[in-house]
């Protein structure tokens, strides 16, 4: 299958990055207020995308969009925010090694909002792997 339309490569970027985030955030909070941190990491993505979505012909008129995009778009920017800033506080305070575990809870938390909202029904194999991945967050997170 081609890396374009491989979801599982994608997401394994996706966690490869993700990982590089809290490290490389985690070493740039020394000093710095985590709010103020936020900030600049989001002028910088706004940036990196903004030219991406240039560079790659992908620019179109975001106000011919429908209402229900936005509206959930900004939602989405809404709560990317917030755990934007939660997550830098608690690396602010927190081992990476802690801190992230605790924030792929959000594997269990997206499997029970899409059964809930987006009527998504995981198999007996999928939610045992997803109570899998949540119980070994709280065995890396608390540890003694």
């Known amino acids: 299958m081609a890396i374009a339309s491989n979801w599982f490569t994608w997401a394994l970027f996706s966690a490869v990055f993700a990982a590089l985030t809290a490290i490389f955030a985690k070493i740039g909070l020394a000093g710095v207020d985590s709010d103020l941190a936020t900030l600049v990491r989001t002028v910088v993505i706004f940036g990196v995308l903004s030219a991406f979505v240039y560079a790659t012909g992908k620019w179109s008129n975001p106000f011919e969009l429908s209402g229900k995009t936005w509206l959930f778009l900004v939602l989405s920017g809404l709560a990317t925010g917030a755990s934007w800033v939660c997550y830098f506080r608690a690396l602010k305070i927190g081992d990476a090694s802690k ?16 059964v809930a909202l987006l009527g998504e029904r995981p198999s007996m194999r999928e939610w045992i792997g997803i109570l899998m991945v949540s119980a070994g967050v709280f065995v890396l997170a608390f540890k003694r």
């Open 99 to 114: 801190v992230a575990p605790v924030d792929k809870l959000s594997v269990l938390l997206v499997t029970l909002f899409a």
